[in-house]
């Protein structure tokens, strides 16, 4: 099985490329994506992908509306985005063309799919011509190859019938692409025996066939004179694996709960971009992972208070819909003062939204999206390996603070893909949780409500001996528990919770800084954006601007110090990908004019527009100052 990927044409070393692969929602351009980012990490690069898919379950073929992308880039250097401009396109229809041509660079590689050209695919691509006939394909090497035939014509030993030959042509692609940057086919062929069977399998073989078809095409044709060396990356050392943000969250959930010595519970209603925490999870049940698939988003959150209640590690996640039916819940929770972990995968809304398209405008509504004070902490994710650190530091905090505690990630974090360095979980600390075993009251009743330094009441698991105490959503009295409606109680109830909110800043470190600790402009990111950010930041700092990054991961509380932070900088730019959320609260706490640059489009910005932006904040500061002496 085993295919040494060596080209007897001349080979071109670059430091990194961004290849974007388009087509039908079925012509597997999401399985060719994986297996791309899959193969440039096992060969070393640093990898960032950005998945890009209908909300349909199946779209209408050849339409605009039907596009599924995948883009991926793979260099010898660090990268922390999946990259702006494309450096080859692969386009299987017409409709993935003119839906993706404007990202390619001028020069750069086209490679289509020259059979799904025909009058009727220009059609379902509301096209009058044909695209690859227009002055302007001059601007790009473009290659037209007749996949769907040669596909077949490479497969027609294996008797499929005419659509399942046809499935096979993504797979010769791949190969093609493969040939084009010089990948290694082993992993894929791995793959291709594992998912369609053993060598009898004749699904297995005819892909087999088609994805080294594709590297021969590749090998022989006159138009492609050379192919592309991109050199391992210098990461630190260690093991590596590729991960994807969802699946960073699931093996942090069950990382968490045996540091904690506890067995989890993770009820769940499916909702995109959410859904493969519970695909990944539900693989573990030897691990102490009990998963609950619930009727109802309202159910799924209170089946986790119930686990909560009882002692165990209890998680519900969502995406911005479902966490609006889970509100009522969740201050239920806060009442109760239970650790439990909610997190929020955010995509693009209001209502049902966008449901594959990103965005971060769920965080007024983790902030204030309950009835009455009910104030909870918030985490964000800032990338898919980030997942995994995020998820045990929020566990940390619910179970040292007695209260729910939330996860924002996004639909851009959760879909895609790094690198990622496997820890030696043997030498990560654990995560101490004591229950009482004692009655905390000598002089009556169990105390539910007692409080420690942090103001954290006790952790007492049901059915422990002399341990019998009452919780519930009417406000309790300070420490006994009982219902109380006395005023005053409900006002020292509210400022405890409060209170015990905010001291979560005493357990988290310091705001930090990514450039000079002072000048022209401080530009604050959170969650997904901060890639992009960083990037774009660096670029600017590289040019010689006065310019800094703070990527805030604690959204409330904020780091105690980040006021300071702020007030260090002239100017304060915040990007987000909502309508200026983050830039809403940062001015109300400090009362700083901070400016925003904000996009609601289902899609992440790119380096170039963050860097103009950055800049052109930076050159105003300066004309200001000069104004002013």
């Known amino acids: 099985m085993t295919t040494e990927a060596i080209s007897s044409k001349p080979v071109h070393s670059v430091s990194g490329v961004t290849v974007r692969l388009v087509g039908d929602s079925g012509d597997g351009m999401q399985l060719l994506g994986t297996q791309l980012t899959n193969t440039s990490a096992l060969l070393g690069n640093d990898v960032a992908t950005f998945p890009d898919f209908p909300a349909e379950i199946r779209a209408p073929r050849g339409t605009r509306a039907g596009v599924s992308g995948f883009q991926v880039q793979f260099a010898s250097h660090e990268v922390h985005t999946p990259g702006d401009s494309l450096d ?60 769907t035939r040669l596909t077949k014509e490479a497969v027609a030993e294996f008797g499929l019938t005419v659509k399942e030959a046809d499935r096979c042509k993504n797979f010769f692609a791949m190969g093609l692409v493969y040939w084009l940057y010089g990948r290694n086919m082993d992993a894929t062929l791995r793959f291709i025996h594992g998912k ?160 594959t398209k990103t965005e971060q405008a769920d965080l007024l509504q983790v902030m204030f999206g309950r009835n009455g004070e009910a104030p909870l902490p918030v985490l964000a994710a800032r990338s898919p390996a980030d997942c995994f650190e995020i998820v045990q530091e929020a566990w940390m905090l619910a179970t040292q603070l007695m209260l729910p505690v939330i996860v924002l990630s996004d639909g851009y974090i959760a879909n895609g893909a790094e690198p990622w360095a496997v820890p030696d979980v043997s030498k990560l600390s ?70 015990k909110v905010a001291n979560a800043a005493k357990l988290l470190p310091p705001q930090q800084v990514i450039g000079p600790q002072s000048g022209d402009l401080l530009v604050i990111s959170w969650g997904g954006t901060y890639g992009t950010c960083l990037t774009g930041v660096q670029q600017a700092q590289a040019e010689g601007h006065s310019v800094a990054l703070a990527h805030v991961r604690y959204m409330n509380p904020f780091p105690s110090n980040l006021g300071e932070v702020i007030s260090r900088y002239k100017n304060v730019l915040i990007p987000e990908l909502n309508m200026g959320q983050l830039r809403m609260l940062i001015r109300s706490r400090y009362l700083v004019d901070a400016v925003g640059f904000n996009k609601v489009k289902g899609k992440p910005f790119t380096v170039r527009e963050l860097h103009e932006k950055i800049v052109e904040h930076c050159k105003s500061s300066v004309r200001h100052e000069a104004h002013a002496k």
């Open 430 to 499: 654990p995560i101490k949780i004591d229950h009482p075993a004692e009655n905390n009251n000598p002089d009556g009743p169990f105390k539910p409500y007692a409080r420690n330094d942090l103001l954290a009441r006790p952790w007492a698991i049901p059915g422990t001996p002399g341990l019998m105490h009452r919780v519930g959503g009417l406000e309790k009295e300070d420490g006994t528990g009982n219902i109380s409606y006395d005023p005053d109680n409900h006002q020292k109830m509210v400022n405890i919770r409060a209170q």
């Open 196 to 355: 369609f069977g053993d060598g009898k399998s004749v699904i297995a073989q005819a892909n087999e066939k088609a994805l080294r078809s594709g590297w021969a095409f590749g090998e022989t044709i006159e138009g492609i004179g050379h192919s592309y060396r991109i050199e391992p990356a210098k990461l630190a050392p260690g093991t590596y694996r590729n991960i994807m943000g969802n699946q960073a969250l699931a093996w942090g959930l069950m990382t968490a709960a045996k540091r904690s010595g506890k067995d989890m519970f993770y009820g769940t209603y499916p909702i995109t971009p959410a859904s493969d925490i519970l695909h990944e999870l539900a693989k573990f049940k030897n691990f102490g992972v009990c998963t609950f698939q619930a009727e109802d988003e309202i159910a799924a959150v209170c089946s986790a208070i119930g686990a909560a209640y009882g002692g165990q590690m209890a998680v519900t996640t969502s995406s911005g819909p479902g966490i609006a039916l889970k509100a009522e819940a969740m201050g239920l929770a806060l009442m109760l003062e239970l650790p439990m972990l909610i997190i929020d995968v955010q995509r693009g809304g209001p209502s049902t939204g966008l449901p």
């Open 88 to 147: 080859a396109l692969v386009a299987m229809n017409p409709a993935a063309l003119v839906t993706n041509l404007a990202d390619l660079i001028k020069g750069g590689l086209l490679i289509v799919n020259e059979d799904s050209f025909e009058d009727k695919d220009l059609k379902l691509a509301k096209l009058k011509t044909n695209p690859l006939e227009e002055p302007a394909m001059e601007n790009y090497r473009l290659i037209k190859v007749p996949m």
